[in-house]
T-cell receptor, first 111, second 114 residues
Framework: GNSVTQMEGPVTLSEEAFLTINCTYT??????LFWYVQYPGEGLQLLLK?????DKGSNKGFEATYRKETTSFHLEKGSVQVSDSAVYFC??????????FGTGTSLTVIP | KAGVTQTPRYLIKTRGQQVTLSCSPI?????VSWYQQTPGQGLQFLFE???????NKGNFPGRFSGRQFSNSRSEMNVSTLELGDSALYLC?????????????FGSGTRLTVV
């Protein structure tokens, strides 16, 4: 079946530090992969996506590359800001138009 | 353009009651999906509607139901509420319900069952 495993949190970083949040997946076919971000009291906002192997999604300084050989889609940012503090969800979308989400990783960036 | 609108934002209900939540998708979007978010279970898929037809359903009891109207607005209903139904309910709309079209989530309805 389909599933997503992401790095346990919470993660606390100093401003301008490098961020990596690991995400691996299991899928029966060829999924599309996503990172969503959730701020307190809000819904999910799409951060980036990749629809096929070797694609790189990027947005607002965040990047993730779809690695089929390692079934991974790790999120990275070179220099985090306080405003990046949020919960990050890795997700896959396959047939059936159903998202499978990871458990979420809470990020806190301190000045 | 307007985003996905969910109403109400907050709701408090008593165990045993029923509740109806509403989702208005982005204009032109025909696919609406619903998810339940809880601290213990995370984000779980409830169902997806496209052009008034349920296309896919998650693993939830029959107390959870939904429908979609001709204008693509969707409602979900939970009957005989249980304490464990307390959650943030999110809906997402999409033009066609596939990855390339993208999905936009609403801000959710926070349901508390007491």
């Amino acid at each position: 079946g389909n599933s997503v495993t992401q790095m346990e949190g919470p993660v606390t970083l100093s401003e301008e530090a490098f961020l990596t949040i690991n995400c691996t997946y299991t899928a029966t076919g060829y999924p599309s992969l996503f990172w969503y971000v959730q701020y307190p009291g809000e819904g999910l906002q799409l951060l980036l996506k990749a629809t096929k192997a070797d694609d790189k999604g990027s947005n607002k300084g965040f990047e993730a590359t779809y690695r089929k050989e390692t079934t991974s889609f790790h999120l990275e940012k070179g220099s985090v800001q306080v405003s990046d503090s949020a919960v990050y969800f890795c997700a896959l979308l396959e047939t059936g138009n159903q998202f499978y989400f990871g458990t979420g990783t809470s990020l806190t960036v301190i000045p | 353009k307007a985003g996905v609108t969910q109403t109400p934002r907050y709701l408090i209900k008593t165990r045993g009651q029923q509740v109806t939540l509403s989702c208005s998708p982005i204009s032109g979007h025909r696919s609406v999906s619903w998810y339940q978010q809880t601290p213990g279970q995370g984000l779980q898929f409830l169902f997806e509607y496209f052009s008034e037809t349920q296309r896919n359903k998650g693993n939830f009891p029959g107390r959870f139901s939904g429908r979609q109207f001709s204008n693509s607005r969707s409602e979900m209903n939970v009957s005989t509420l249980e304490l464990g139904d307390s959650a943030l309910y999110l809906c997402a709309s999409s033009l066609g319900g596939i990855a390339n079209y993208g999905y936009t989530f609403g801000s959710g309805t926070r349901l508390t069952v007491v």
